[in-house]
């Protein structure tokens, strides 16, 4: 268990370590300019208008939602693939079915243009 | 893999096909007649009702699918509400939904899909799935009408209300496979008891578990105190699928709760297993239930709002039959909600076709509809006196049955309850039809049902009378389905 | 070394879950969900269900909260407008709600005697217990029909999403 993961240990130890490693450092050696154009996204652009805080069309979403459907067809395929020697033929099959339902919808998306982005 | 009888499915797949043959027509036909729609949605549902007198018997993947007399009686009942309340939205379809009718009914169909599969369930997995199944197209459905805010809070209050109770019913099975070590209900139900009689005690576990299913099941069935989103959402959804709801769907977890409670957990019905008794927190609810239903369904002024707290309040007397654990209760729960099918849809479908003629759901805009409608108030006057339960009508056999098996089972203070929020209930009742026949107003409007919603209605009312008069072969039947879960 | 690694991921877990709760900000509240979710995600390994461990990190910090965000935006909310509304219950209520809630928490969890020596009864857990492997073999052979429904569930809500998500055709321009 413990020599397994081990390495994964390591590498989220380093990740840390070089993420505040590397914020410590700019704290100390960076020269600070407060207020005035520094604080703007683009210094000598345009001038931003509003907040962040816009509401994004629902567009985004309805693709979102269908990447989480697909991504969750993802995570199906990803422990067949692991004993696909040991299933075979059977194993295939099932999939297959699997994967035809999961086309309907697909053909579903696309036959009511809801990937069309207009 | 060979010995097993493929063809107990049939039924199921055939209708998951019907059901993306509708959208394939929709989207071929270009939205233009909707009538076919409506029909071929008829059609498909028929044609699995005859596939499932032909397909039937037998049990499927080591017993996960089982297509038992209990399960084929409960998808009569799924496919028959599914039926009327199709039949019910063919205005509805012409007029109110302009876009995806294809997927207005192809949902319906596929709800009905999921509750198949539910009550063929005999593994907790299976049942979850199922009953997701069945509930994930009744939260697009009751947020149908997108441009109606109601329509859309009620889409959202169930999303979430739903979401969140299928979490503690998932939560819940999933203690209950902890403590067994296995998701087959009859191999639960063994384990449980060989743990028992082996060690003398099982530990809070088991009545956590059962807490949360119930919780998890009862918000399903709109139990009390598992109600609250029942009106609001009843209000808001289009009509045909309020009825679907309260219907179909209830049905739907009243077979999931017969499957887990009735079947794998009856070791702990009575109270001889203190405390880990489940009969007494089900016989509150339900007497909580009928209470609060008949009570605050008398001020009521909306039509669907009121017949929302009565399927709260029937759900009560449902669960009465439940709690009685025998033969004679889960068959009493089976004729109930057979009678309830056709006198809760029948009493939908007038609101829906009255609805769609006047576009008021107010109880007071029925007034005088006997002299302009005769046979239509007569028809409303038999789906709401035998919700009430007045005899000859099904619905006095139904609460006769339930009662009966209340008080053969020792639940004798619950019968007294819900013989007295029985009477409670026929004063609201009859209010409506008190309304519709001694009103002094002068009605101007007239109905005229489609074809499709007549039909509905016309096999409402033969249901409710033939079967009230002549329970026998159902009430057998209901009986024979019983037997599987061998008391 | 394992003990040192479970309270930080447990504390982490539940710091995470808190502060979730405590920001103003939305957005910062879904950044807080990841960081909790990494560290149940490790308790997940601890517990050798390491299938469940990835799957947690795929689809929940991955997917998931992708949309949480976007519902957000959607939504766009601002951190002054909770404050607006009343609340029903008043402060010291709901503290004790709370305290009486968990205190009923940890009585149930210490009482929680799972029945000593049920093992017997099931089959004992093999080495290799939660990984991608067994999880697959039970998943594809015992279980394949549930497994042949969550297809249909999935392409339900595929139809779901897309009815309610994507505008109407020939409906007017405009915000709707």
New interface residues.
Partial sequence: ??NT?FPI?VLIVLATIIAIAMATVSVIFGRRTKGGAKGEPYESGIKPVGDT????P?????I??????F???V??L???A??YN??GMF?FV?ML???V??M???F??L????LKWD | MTDQNWSILIPEIFLFIWALFIFGLDLGIKRKNPKILGYSAMAGLTITGILLAIFNGGILFKGMFQSDQLAIFFKVIFIGSAFMAVGSSFDIASEKIRHHRGEYYGLILFSTVGMMFLSSASELITLYIGMELTTIPLYVLAAFYKDDKLSVEAGLKYLIVGAFSSAILLYGLSLLYGLTGTTDIVTMKINLSLVFLSYGKIGPGLILAMIMVIAGIGFKLALVPFHMWAPDVYQGAPTPITAFLSVGSKAAGVVAFARIFVNGLIAFASDVMKPLDWGIIVAILAAAAMILGNITALRQRNIKRMLAYSSIAQIGYVMVGMVAASELGIASVGYYMFIYLFANMGAFTIATIFNDKTGSDGIISYSGLSKTSPIFAAYMSIFLLSLAGIPPLGGFAAKYLVFAAGIQAGYTWLVIVALLTSVVSLYYYANIIKTMYFSAEEPTIKIHPSFPANLVLLISVIGIILFGIFPGPILDWALESAKIFAF | MELAIFYISAIVAAGGALMMILQRNPVASVLYLILSLVALAVLFVQLSALFVGSLLIIVYAGAILVLFLFVIMLLNLRGEKFTSEKPILDKGTKITLVVLFFMELVILIKQMAFPQRMDSLMTQASPDFGGVEPVATLLYTKYLYPFELTSILLLVAIVGAVIMAKRDKNEEEGER
């Fill in positions: 268990m413990f993961f240990l805080k816009e509401r994004i629902v567009k985004f979403y309805l979102a939602i269908l990447f989480i459907i991504d969750i067809e995570v199906f990803y422990p067949w692991v004993i040991k299933l194993g099932e079915v699997f994967v339902i999961l309907v919808g697909y579903y998306i036959g009511k243009g809801a």
